[in-house]
């Protein structure tokens, strides 16, 4: 087993597959009364959250409790980070503690691969800056399995601000190892240029979305991160809306069996209404709960439960 998961090119087939099986035999816990498994008895599991967070942080935080580890929460507001305390002390004070994992998400592209350097347990990526976040890739697939059977030949696409997605980085290098076709859609002020080609060479990009719609087995959409925009990216956001937002009209063109997913949070009315993010085809509510299972298959897996 991998020691770190810091991107989603960590992952080959058989180890991304290895962590869905045994999500899928952690959800199965979820659904009993005592939600508890005595595995990481012992160990610490730190969750450093540089950055603001809802899902990812109470998810990676109900994950190390449901498999019985202690679990620290840091959050560099009302911490010494607010004194302007470097990572590196940081990571040297956790360490000093014993952290057996350390869950980071931080503004800085890479902040996740430096900590990674300076401490002996192991690093989980839950999001640095605009670069990965491979266990949202890994509730996604889950997701996709769970509802369509299967991975490998299907049809995917990521709709929306890909330029600032670490969601998308790390799905198209997670899908492609496991064999599913992905196509990036936006406008071509969000999609970086050599994207396609410098993470998966099979990944397409196309800029209509209507074009797209009645072939894919999977729409992902992807909220319009303004926080991260520097810059004006298109005319406004109603045109965003009217070119790259998923509405009724425009879902009802997918085939029958396709899903809706979004990794939250949803700006709705932007990049997708209400009328789609709370029908059946959408499996948002549900990723929520699959990652759970999944953060704890990547915990238990990286930290040698069964020894792995
Ligand atoms: C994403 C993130 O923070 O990268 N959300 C999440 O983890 N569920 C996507 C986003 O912020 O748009």
Same mark, same amino acid.
Request: proline share 5%; charged share 20%.
């Given at each position: ?18 962590? &869905? ?16 498994? %005595? ?5 610490? /599991? ?42 590196? #002390? +940081? ?9 057996? !994992?350390?869950? /980071? ?18 690093? /989980? ?9 491979? +266990? ?15 991975? $490998? ?9 890909? &330029?600032?997605? @670490? ?14 076709? /992905? ?5 071509? +002020? ?5 994207? $396609?080609?410098?993470?998966? %060479? #099979?990944?397409?990009?196309?800029? #209509?979305?209507?074009?797209?719609? %009645? ?22 956001? @109603? ?15 997918? %085939? ?24 059946? @085809? ?14 704890? !298959? ?11």
């Amino acid at each position: 087993m991998i020691r770190h998961l810091l991107s989603g090119a960590d992952l080959d087939a058989a180890t991304a597959t290895r962590i &869905l099986d045994t999500a899928a035999e952690m959800a199965t816990v979820a659904g009993r009364e005592v939600k508890k498994l %005595p595995a990481l008895r012992g160990r610490t /599991v730190v969750n450093l959250f540089y950055e603001d967070s809802t899902r990812t942080r109470i998810s990676f935080e109900a994950a190390a409790k449901r498999l019985s580890a202690d679990v620290i929460n840091f959050s560099a507001k009302g911490s010494s980070v607010a004194k302007g305390e470097s990572l590196k #002390d +940081t990571a040297l004070t956790l360490q000093a503690m014993g952290a057996d !994992a350390v869950v /980071v998400r931080h503004p800085a592209s890479g902040a996740a691969h430096r900590l990674a350097e300076w401490v002996d347990g192991s690093v /989980v990526n839950a999001g640095d800056g605009t670069h990965e976040h491979p +266990t949202q890739a890994l509730l996604d697939a889950y997701t996709m399995r769970s509802r369509l059977g299967r991975l $490998a030949g299907l049809s995917v696409a990521v709709v929306g601000d890909v &330029l600032h997605s @670490r969601v998308a980085r790390s799905n198209v290098l997670l899908l492609s190892t496991l064999g599913a076709k /992905v196509t990036l859609v936006g406008p071509p +002020t969000l999609i970086p240029v050599d994207i $396609a080609a410098a993470l998966a %060479p #099979d990944t397409t990009v196309c800029y #209509d979305l209507d074009a797209v719609l %009645p072939t894919s087995d999977v729409v992902m959409m992807l909220r319009v991160q303004r926080e991260r925009m520097t810059d004006s990216y298109f005319p406004s956001a @109603r045109e965003y809306a009217r070119r790259y937002g998923l509405d009724g009209p425009r879902m009802r063109r997918l %085939p029958e069996h396709a899903i809706v997913m979004h990794p939250g949070p949803m700006n709705r009315g932007m990049e997708i209404t209400p009328e789609v993010a709370d029908s059946p @085809r959408s499996t948002i509510v549900e990723q929520v709960a699959n990652g759970v299972s999944v953060r704890m !298959a990547v915990l238990y897996l990286l930290l040698g439960g069964n020894n792995a």
